[in-house]
């Protein structure tokens, strides 16, 4: 999707590795989203950031931690993965205050 | 506590026919509703959306109706094409620039 870029695209851990999922965005819009898509669970969010410097939990943030580099990139960092978190992740901007721009999204598997 | 839910996690109809997917929240305080389409592989895009001032809004084939006191909304997709085929996400938002909150999606099959 154009203007939201994340990467990789696909990536296997091990239980207890780390790991840093990057998103860079060139839209210049202050707001930015980390979701990951369960199956039955729909887009539950993260972290998100509503500018540059700030950071603010969602639903699910247990297990990770993020970094708003700058305007344009917004980190999601697994400290020491677990099996629960294999899922895709989505990294989102949001324009015009409502609607939502999603990256092509970063399937993680943990064994 | 789920406060967006899409209680039919599939569904398949006739292309041609009309699609209806529901939506059902339960915060009254969200104020902006936004449908989204995910292909497998790609994240997913903008549809349509509406605004909780009004009760609907029509894009071409697409329309969105809301129904505030039942806090309901739905997607009618008329007339059905294959290429519709996809999970559809309803979402709802409080206050602009604060965080989309996403219903569990629903799996359309549209049928040649």
């Known amino acids: 999707n154009a203007g939201v870029t994340q990467n990789p695209k696909f990536q296997v851990l091990k239980t207890g590795q780390s790991m840093t999922l990057q998103c860079a965005q060139d839209m210049n819009h202050n707001s930015m989203y980390w979701y990951r898509q369960d199956p039955g669970m729909g887009l539950r969010l993260i972290y998100y950031?509503?500018?540059?410097?700030?950071?603010d939990k969602g639903e699910v943030p247990n297990g990770y931690n993020v970094s708003r580099l700058n305007k344009r990139e917004f980190s999601l960092r697994l400290e020491s993965a677990a099996p629960s978190q294999t899922s895709v992740y989505f990294c989102?901007?949001?324009?015009?205050?409502?609607?939502?721009?999603f990256g092509q999204g970063t399937r993680l598997t943990v064994v | 506590d789920q406060q967006v839910k899409q209680n039919s996690p599939s569904l398949s109809v006739q292309e041609g026919r009309i699609s209806i997917l529901n939506c059902d929240y339960t915060n009254s305080m969200f104020d902006y509703f936004l449908w989204y389409k995910k292909y497998p592989a790609e994240g997913p895009t903008f549809l349509i959306s509406?605004?909780?001032?009004?009760d609907k809004n029509e894009d071409g084939r697409f329309t969105v109706f809301l129904n505030k006191s039942a806090k309901h909304l739905s997607l009618h997709i008329v007339p059905s094409q294959p290429g519709d085929s996809a999970v559809y996400f309803c979402a709802a938002i409080k206050n602009a620039g604060n965080m989309l909150t996403f219903g569990g999606g629903t799996r359309l099959m549209v049928k040649p």
């Open positions: 509406i605004s909780s001032i009004k």
């Open positions: 950031s509503a500018s540059e410097g700030t950071t």
């Open positions: 989102a901007i949001l324009v015009w205050g409502t609607e939502a721009f």
